[in-house]
């Protein structure tokens, strides 16, 4: 797997990693091919340490429950909140999109998550295999348990194209989201398979892949650990579509 990071031609510009265009160039190519690309070191020590203890600190005042936290209002003074509003890293997020589809990146927010996984309910969290609304997926681990339930990231990459119509994107979304697909991805997600990438986090790395275009999901941890993940989706295809605007209110469509 080709990685950015580490590699000398990283300038670091207010605060995160600023990738050459080459190093863009390779993420692309490796998000193409293998279905990811990774940034290594994308956050500092200092920075990853005080994200740890605002994992710990929220976990516990959720009574060790699965807790997750959209947008940034909830994550002020946090290097999740300096992301969300860092130029470098909008101009990553942009220069990838571009390069990848030839398209000018549009000026949309991020759809940022982070999510908390452990105790009893991180089970019902995991092995749930989706398309993500967006199609550039961020994702920045923050706690990893140590040992054989790590909480992977599973992947069937790159299955679908970009659809131009959002009818076409709600059935893709149907056909996997139904018992029968969920059943059969779980299986294959059992067994030895070719077709699978597994990726195994590492805190402060940022992993890049095409959450539109790619079947993932986390596998499950152990109730008394917890795996964070925060992700920063970025550019939804279908912010014109009639349909779309007149099914919202019915779920995360
Ligand atoms: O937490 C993860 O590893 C993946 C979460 C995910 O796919 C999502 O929120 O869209
Ligand atoms: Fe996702």
């Not at 997750?68 to 909140?81: Q, R, V």
């Not at 195994?200 to 795996?227: A, V």
Request: glycine letters at 8%; hydrophobic letters at 35%.
């Amino acid at each position: 797997m080709a990685t950015a990071g580490g590699a000398s031609d990283i300038s670091l510009n207010g605060g995160f990693p600023d990738l050459s265009d080459e190093s863009v160039s390779e993420l692309v190519s490796s998000i193409d091919r293998g279905g990811y690309g990774v940034v290594s070191h994308y956050l500092k020590q200092h920075e990853l340490d005080q994200l740890h203890a605002f994992v710990e600190d929220t976990v516990q005042a959720a009574g060790n429950q699965y807790v997750c936290f959209t947008g940034c209002e909830d994550l002020a003074g946090t290097p999740l909140e300096r992301m969300a509003k860092s130029p470098i890293f909008r101009r990553l997020c942009t220069r990838v999109y571009e390069r990848a589809t030839g398209n000018q990146a549009p000026d949309q927010p991020y759809y940022q998550i982070l999510r908390c996984l452990t105790g009893s309910s991180s089970q019902q969290h995991s092995l749930r295999f989706h398309y993500d609304s967006y199609v550039l997926t961020a994702l920045l681990p923050i706690c990893v348990p140590e040992g054989r339930h790590s909480g992977e990231l599973l992947m069937v990459p790159n299955t679908r194209s970009v659809r131009t119509w959002y009818a076409q994107n709600l059935i893709d979304k149907l056909l996997v989201d139904n018992p029968l697909t969920q059943l059969l991805l779980r299986r294959l997600a059992k067994a030895p398979s070719s077709h699978l990438v597994r990726i195994k986090l590492k805190p402060g790395n940022l992993y890049l892949f095409w959450g539109y275009r790619s079947i993932h999901t986390n596998e499950p941890c152990d109730p008394d650990k917890t795996r964070a993940t925060a992700l920063f989706h970025y550019v939804d295809p279908h912010t014109d579509s009639r349909l779309k605007r007149a099914l919202r209110g019915s779920g995360p469509l």
